[in-house]
Nanobody, 122 residues
């Protein structure tokens, strides 16, 4: 399985970006897909997760209300809509797939995508 993340870039504080994660093969009817991020000098942290089958979502407290995860089964693609971005959101963002129905920990991840850089200027 290959995951291709895209959509990162440079944005001013308060702005928005939408990340995409395309899977190379048809997933995984009840698998979990998630987004994680890693800032310089920090551990990779969970951001948002979605169950591919029923669309259940889970968010980290730091992004709840600002970020929205969604999926398009026909396109085998998941999205992360990021609004009201803050400089603290600056990080490399990774998408991930897990056989767990909801993936919130790095230890649950079976496949990682290459990261995409998000930089938020103040």
């Amino acid at each position: 399985v290959q995951l291709q993340a895209s959509g990162g870039g440079l944005v001013q504080a308060g702005g928005s970006l939408r990340l995409s994660c395309a899977a190379s093969v048809r997933t995984f009817s009840n698998y979990g897909m998630g987004w994680f991020r890693q800032a310089p000098g920090k551990e990779r942290e969970f951001i948002a997760a979605i169950n591919w089958g029923d669309g259940r979502t889970v968010y980290a407290g730091s992004v709840k209300g600002r970020f929205t995860i969604s999926r398009d089964s026909a396109k085998n693609t998941a999205y992360l809509q990021m609004n009201s971005l803050e400089p603290e959101d600056t990080a490399v963002y990774y998408c991930a797939v897990s056989r767990s129905t909801i993936v919130t920990r790095t230890g649950q991840v079976d496949y990682w995508g290459k990261g995409t850089q998000v930089t938020v200027s103040s």
